[in-house]
């Protein structure tokens, strides 16, 4: 099915919108580390790889062009709407955008963007009174800043999953799981025996229901 006026070539839209979640992001989780910085850059380049099959050129929609005009005849190609493809795909009718994945990608990045939110103040609290970070989400997860990029970058996929964003996801898991444990030996060498008991009491990623973790 053609399309009169194409969705995308919007990159004025592209720009703007990287740019406010970036700085957006930028303004909870503040950089300050080597480390923190490639965290931020990381998630970064998934945003704007992300905005730019969103508004700017389709690649994903492009390449499976072939095989989606086949297997959906009537979808528009060139229209904001295909580019849902999760709803596409399930065969869900009517506007991809109150579609249930839809929904649930807003409670993924709405939450996300808390938590990394609460996680940064205790975490910057703590940076500054030389101490470890044991309270707020920090009491039930050893790396909550790391498990809120997570949610909105799935919250994200929910929403626009692209051929380069599904590929980045997985690689990004495994930089985070390497990033929290290089951390890890880092508190250890720092806090000695009480990041050591405190890592024994707390999940690194997935918190234990009820569990909370309180240190002497």
Partial sequence: MNHAESAYGLWTLVIINSTVFIMFAFSFFRPSTARDWRTFGAFSAFIIALFVEMYGFPLTIYLLSGWLQTRFPQLDLLSHNAGHLWSTLLGEKGDPHFGILH??????????????????????????????????????????????????????????????????????????????????????????????????????????????????
């Avoid at 030996?185 to 309180?214: C, L, N, W």
């Fill in 103 to 216: 929904i649930a990608s807003y409670v993924f990045l709405g939450y996300g963007f808390y938590l990394l939110s609460t996680s940064w103040h205790v975490l910057y609290n703590a940076q500054r009174q030389h101490s470890l970070a044991i309270t707020g989400p920090y009491a039930r997860i050893r790396h909550p800043q790391y498990v809120a990029f997570v949610m909105i970058l799935l919250g994200f996929l929910l929403q626009w999953p692209t051929l380069l964003t599904l590929i980045m996801f997985p690689i990004l898991l495994l930089m985070y799981s390497r990033l929290a444990i290089k951390e890890e030996a880092e508190m250890s060498k720092q806090f000695g025996a009480v990041y050591d008991s405190y890592a024994q009491q707390t999940p690194r990623f997935i918190p234990k229901f009820g569990h909370k973790t309180t240190l002497p």
